[in-house]
């Protein structure tokens, strides 16, 4: 009986130790969260103030090269400013703290919204639009629609700020085969830009994929790149 008695002492307590350090990751993977919220936060502030300084910079007379300067400054604020809300909605989104409210969804119908809602920004960048949507057919998923949105919201930030030079995007809707296409004719994901700039966003677009179990297949080379969504 001393040796069950020892035993179950012993499993006892290997529960307890268990239970603390799941308790202990909680409380470490809790405190993460609220320090990345309050960095993005906090450094809103300096961001927003290097701007101002720049607006203002570029209403004194400075040569070419430092209007160049300060032009490549301002991309650099707002593509970190980019970067620190692609890592908050990450970090809120693996907290469980973007709701998500999966119901029968018409993919045409949303595909078509999200083009409408960005054609006037590729308008602006200067890249010609090409658009296969079907408008007597359509195929639905049982998805997120705000979840999804903000996956193709990625997918057409990427076009623009990594494949933009191609002027160039293409955008289908396979009704057949229920999968949803978009092509660019950029530099290709094995370019730098592309590579160390689309990390945080792309990752927050697959996590979205995989919780509505779809997924998203890459094919790139240098004469561009494309993105198949469809079911896993």
């Not at 969260?33 to 809103?44: F, G, M, Q």
């Not at 955008?171 to 660019?184: F, K, L, S, T, Y």
Request: proline letters at 4%; glycine letters at 6%.
């Amino acid at each position: 009986m001393d040796e069950i008695d020892q035993l179950g002492d012993s499993f006892n307590w290997m529960i307890q130790q268990l239970q603390d350090s799941r308790k202990r990751e909680a409380e470490e993977e809790l405190l993460r969260h609220r320090l990345i919220a309050n960095l993005s936060h906090d450094l809103r502030t300096p961001l927003t103030i290097l701007r101002g300084h720049v607006t203002k910079l570029n209403k004194e007379p400075i040569s070419l090269e430092g209007q160049d300067s300060l032009t490549e400054i301002n991309h650099t604020i707002t593509r970190v400013g980019d970067l620190m809300d692609d890592l908050l909605s990450y970090t809120l989104l693996t907290a469980g703290k973007y709701p998500f409210e999966p119901a029968p969804t018409d993919m045409v119908r949303l595909v078509r919204a999200s083009v409408a809602a960005w054609y006037p920004v590729f308008e602006e960048n200067e890249i010609q639009l090409e658009v296969d949507l079907p408008s007597e057919k359509t195929f639905y998923w049982r998805i997120d629609p705000k979840w999804m949105t903000r996956v193709l919201d990625n997918v057409f930030q990427n076009i623009l700020r990594h494949a933009a030079e191609g002027r160039y995007a293409n955008i289908v809707a396979d009704v057949e085969q229920e999968r949803i296409i978009v092509a660019d004719r950029g530099p290709g994901m094995d370019n730098s830009s592309y590579e160390h700039g689309a990390g945080m966003g792309l990752s927050t677009a697959i996590y979205m994929l995989n919780q509505m179990k779809l997924n998203a297949d890459f094919a790139s080379n240098v004469n561009g790149t494309s993105v198949t969504i469809g079911r896993a």
